[in-house]
Structure formats: structure tokens, C-alpha cells
């Protein structure tokens, strides 16, 4: 699905990511995980266009995609949930979803995909009709993700899911992205500065620090989680 080698980016005359290698499966959910300013976000963005790679292969269904726009990255199904949310603040929640469905042509099918995202998030079910700005930050960030399912992605990468939410609706966002992936084999490429939790759903993990992949592992290889603060906070293996 995802394919990236020896990705290299930054900002200015700051390397930011050196020498990425990534492979995301069909149907995995696959972490990024590392410190503040480790490159995450800009992985994320360069990966969906945002920014364009100084050097290095981004290969998406098989086709090189480096330096495309974002918009069209997105039409063909490789949706980011960015840092911080994304939602209008002003409009409902309905109207939110909406616009995540708009470009969709099986009108039929959408209805249905709605019905489907209203019961994996009950909360935008009973707010509906109000407006999305009064709902909470954890709130905010299932109608972020609900909408970007809404636009059918191959692919979805979201970016820190868990950042300013409460332990238990973290639990929450993850059960609902972990269902999801099981009921729609949906790929998902998800960023966290916490390894915690992440040992339970992920397929793949990897670390990353000051820029470059320091660990690569299946999760079904790490039998023990000290691997995993051990490349993360860079003791000596
Ligand atoms: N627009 C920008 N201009 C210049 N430098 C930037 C810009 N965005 C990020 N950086 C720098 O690039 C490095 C990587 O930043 P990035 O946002 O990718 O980190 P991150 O891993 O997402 O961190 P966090 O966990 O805090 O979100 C940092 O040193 C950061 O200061
Ligand atoms: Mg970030």
C-alpha cells in the first residue's frame, strides 16, 4: 500500500527526516512513535503532499507519488488527520460530515458509511444537529476521524489521535479506529509520542528519533516492551 525509502525532508537548512524507510500492508494499522520534534508531523506531511521530500521514494499503490499535490493524494485516498483536529468550528456536526462525503458520488453507499460512522461515535449521533465547536476535545477528534472515513481513504493517517484527550476517551477513539480496521480492513497510520497502548493494536510500530527510524519491529516480534522505551529514549541496546 505505503512504501517509502531513504525519505529525506526538512525545513530551511534543519534535516528533519533522514533516510525514512516505511512499509504500511494493505489493512495494517501501523505506529510512528517518538519525542517531541522527532519528525513525526513532517512525516505525515510530506508523505500527503504538504511538503515536498529533498530526496527518496514515496510509493502509494504501487506509484511513486513524490512532490504530488495534496488534493489529488487525497482523491486517490490518502487522507491525513492532522495535528490538532481539523473541524469547522462553526458548522454542525452534521454539516462536518458532510463535507467528508462530498465528493462522493454512490450517494446510497454514503448513507449507509454514515449510518455505520454514527454508531461506531455515538456522541455525533446525539449532537448531530449542533454545533461542532461545543463539542469536547475528544469529541472534536472522533468527528475528525469520522469524517475523514466518510471520504472512503485507502489510507488514513492521523496524527497524535490521543493528544489532549482524558485516559478513557483515548481507550475509546482506539477501540472505535481498532473496529474499524477489523470491519473494513481499512489501512491505518497512526502517530503517538506515547508507546502505551500501542503494543495491543498495532500490526508494526516503529520509532523514530531526531529524524530516523531507530526500531522497525511486527508487534508480534517485541516480547518485551523495554525494546520499544529502549529505542525510544535511546539507551544502549
Ligand atoms: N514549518 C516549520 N519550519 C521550520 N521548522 C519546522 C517546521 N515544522 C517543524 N519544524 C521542525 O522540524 C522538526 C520536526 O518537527 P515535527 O513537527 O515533525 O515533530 P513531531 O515529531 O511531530 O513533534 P511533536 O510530537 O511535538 O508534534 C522540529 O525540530 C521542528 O522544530
Ligand atoms: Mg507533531
Known amino acids: 500500500m505505503l512504501k517509502i525509502s531513504d525519505l529525506t525532508a526538512g525545513y530551511g537548512r534543519l534535516n528533519a527526516l533522514r533516510g525514512i524507510d516505511?512499509?504500511?500492508?494493505?489493512?495494517?494499522?501501523?505506529?510512528?512513535?517518538?519525542?517531541?520534534?522527532?519528525?513525526?508531523s513532517t512525516l505525515l506531511k510530506v508523505i500527503c503532499g504538504l511538503i515536498k521530500p529533498w530526496g527518496g521514494r514515496i510509493e502509494f499503490e504501487q506509484s511513486l507519488i513524490n512532490g504530488q499535490p495534496p488534493e489529488k493524494l487525497c482523491r486517490e485516498g490518502l487522507v491525513l488527520v492532522p495535528e490538532g483536529r481539523s473541524i469547522f468550528a462553526s458548522?454542525?456536526?452534521?454539516?462536518?460530515?458532510?463535507?467528508?462525503?462530498m465528493g462522493r458520488k454512490d450517494k446510497d453507499v454514503l448513507e449507509g458509511d454514515l449510518e455505520k460512522v454514527l454508531t461506531t461515535f455515538p456522541i455525533l449521533r446525539s449532537r448531530y444537529k449542533g454545533v461542532a465547536g461545543h463539542l469536547s476535545g475528544g469529541e472534536q477528534q472522533q468527528?475528525?476521524?469520522a469524517r475523514a472515513i466518510l471520504q472512503q481513504p485507502a489510507l488514513i493517517m492521523i496524527d497524535e489521535p490521543?493528544?489532549?484527550?482524558?485516559?478513557?476517551?483515548?481507550d475509546e477513539v482506539y477501540a472505535s479506529l481498532k473496529a474499524l480496521n477489523e470491519s473494513t480492513g481499512m489501512t491505518l497510520l497512526i502517530i503517538e509520542?506515547?508507546?502505551a497502548r500501542i503494543l495491543k493494536l498495532a500490526h508494526q510500530v516503529n520509532v523514530l528519533r531526531n529524524g530516523e527510524i531507530v526500531l522497525s519491529k511486527r508487534t508480534s516480534e517485541i516480547d518485551d516492551p523495554k525494546i520499544l522505551e529502549e529505542a525510544y529514549f535511546g539507551y544502549a541496546a
Request: net charge negative; proline share 4%.
Open 143 to 145: 468527528l475528525a476521524i
Open 91 to 101: 458548522l454542525t456536526v452534521e454539516e462536518n460530515l458532510a463535507l467528508g462525503g
Open 162 to 170: 490521543s493528544l489532549g484527550l482524558a485516559p478513557l476517551m483515548i
Open 22 to 40: 516505511l512499509t504500511v500492508g494493505k489493512s495494517e494499522i501501523a505506529f510512528v512513535v517518538g519525542p517531541n520534534g522527532a519528525g513525526k
Open 193 to 195: 509520542q506515547s508507546t
